[in-house]
C-alpha cells in the first residue's frame, strides 16, 4: 500500500510565495518520476513541473521562472517552490509519482489527495 500526503498549501497574496510537499509512504521500490499537477474550479487539470530520477525537470510555460521543483530521494518527498504566485495560480494542487512497488513490479501512477492553492488580488 502506498499513499501520497501532501502540504503546504493555502492563502496567500498575489506576489507570495508558498512552498508544497508531497511525502510517499508504504512500500516502495524505486521512484522513477515525480509530478504535481493542478485543477483549477472549470478547468482540465494540467501538468505544472515534473522531475526524473536523475533529476531533469520540466515546466509548463505559465510557471517557469516562478515555480521549482526538487525531490529529496532518501525522504520519498517531492518539494514544490512558489513564488511570484498569481490569482491565475489558484488550484488544488495535486502530486503525482510514477513508482514500482517491488524489484518485480510494473511502475503505476499513484496520487495525491490534493491542496488547495488559493492566491487573492
Known amino acids: 500500500q502506498v499513499q501520497l500526503v501532501e502540504s503546504g498549501g493555502g492563502l496567500v497574496q498575489a506576489g507570495g510565495s508558498l512552498r508544497l510537499s508531497c511525502a510517499a509512504s508504504g512500500s516502495i521500490f524505486e521512484i522513477t518520476s515525480i509530478g504535481w499537477d493542478r485543477q483549477a474550479p472549470g478547468k482540465q487539470r494540467e501538468l505544472v513541473a515534473s522531475?526524473?530520477?536523475?533529476?531533469?525537470?520540466n515546466y509548463a510555460d505559465s510557471v517557469k521562472g516562478r515555480f521549482t521543483i526538487s525531490r529529496d530521494n532518501a525522504k520519498n518527498t517531492v518539494y514544490l517552490e512558489m513564488s511570484s504566485l498569481q490569482p491565475e495560480d489558484t488550484a488544488v494542487y495535486y502530486c503525482?509519482?510514477?513508482?514500482?512497488?517491488?524489484?518485480?513490479?510494473?511502475?503505476?501512477?499513484?496520487w495525491g489527495q490534493g491542496t488547495q492553492v488559493t492566491v487573492s488580488s
Open positions: 503525482n509519482m510514477f513508482l514500482k512497488t517491488t524489484r518485480w513490479a510494473d511502475s503505476s501512477d499513484y
Open positions: 522531475i526524473t530520477s536523475d533529476g531533469r525537470t
